[in-house]
């Protein structure tokens, strides 16, 4: 059990690199799809540019979402975009930077699958096989003996070798060569366009824009620190809450008995250990309830919580009621002595 604590504890103070793996097990496992599935033609001319536009952009499409969802980022950025401004404004270079970050991510997967579908062929052989020029590789005088839809009809049948009956007009293998040929190249630009483009936004941007790309760097950050901050004290202080509501109840439980057993000897009734009192191990958790100890004032402070962050300016008041108290000194407290004197 230590040793999954302590992984944990390492993936959460390393949260960029653990994603990252993630990034980079889901592209390898994307490529690794590819590679396991079927890939079948439907060969005929009107379903043919559909499916293979299905196989490029829906897969994808898919990934980058999934990429998304198992960021954990998804969620504090919707917080922070949908929060109510309160004493803190909104930053949007803020939050643009945060999308940016989770986007870059979450694109890996989708490109690793379209560059291996490209450099494959067969989606770009089912999906243009129609338009393939017979004139030039084929045997263009046959051609005029055919209309559009037998020819379409006929080069549609290409990627699917086993019913292709076409070898008299066009050779299947120069089709499929051509193709293939074609898509293997834009394969080979689409890796070079997206590493090139990576590389500027990676390298080049932060150049010209250092001193916005560091104010939203940091507060990204701060922002990721201070939820996880405030989730962990809200944790820590529902433990404790918790803890004395159940301490409660029991003591509650053992005085209703007493009473009910009151008419046996003091001396049975009582035990070494009944001269403690058994409130005594409840102050250190009720000191980490901060005097809030019921529901509707815990409602109150996550309800302002959400409302109203605090000001970014240290040094302030602490929170009165849903607002930050204004500046000036805080009254002082009264103190009340009573004095009890036996007659």
Sequence with gaps: MDKFRMIFQFLQSNQESFMNGICGIMALASAQMYSAFDFNCPCLPGYNAAYSAGILLAPPLVLFLLGLVLNNNVSMLAEEWKRPPGRRAKDPAVLRYMFCSMAQRALIAPVVWVAVTLLDGKCFLCAFCTAVP???LGNGSLTPGLSAPELARLLARVPCP???DGDWLLAREVAVRY????????????VLLTTLLAFVVRSVRPCFTQAAFLKSKYWSHYIDIERKL????????????????IQQFFEAMNHDLELG????PLATATSPSASHSPTEGTEEEREKLRGITDQGA???????????KPPLRLGQEPLMGNGWAGGGPRPPRKEVA?????V
């Design 298 to 308: 815990i409602n109150r402070l996550l309800t302002s919580w959400h409302k109203c």
């Design 134 to 136: 017979v004139a030039a």
């Design 179 to 190: 193709l293939r040929c074609i898509s293997q190249a834009l394969g080979w630009s689409f």
């Design 338 to 342: 009573t004095y009890f004197s036996k």
């Design 230 to 245: 405030f989730d962990e004290t809200c944790t820590e202080h529902a433990k404790a809450f918790a803890k004395v509501c």
């Design 162 to 164: 086993e019913i292709y």
């Design 261 to 264: 057993h009151a008419h046996r």
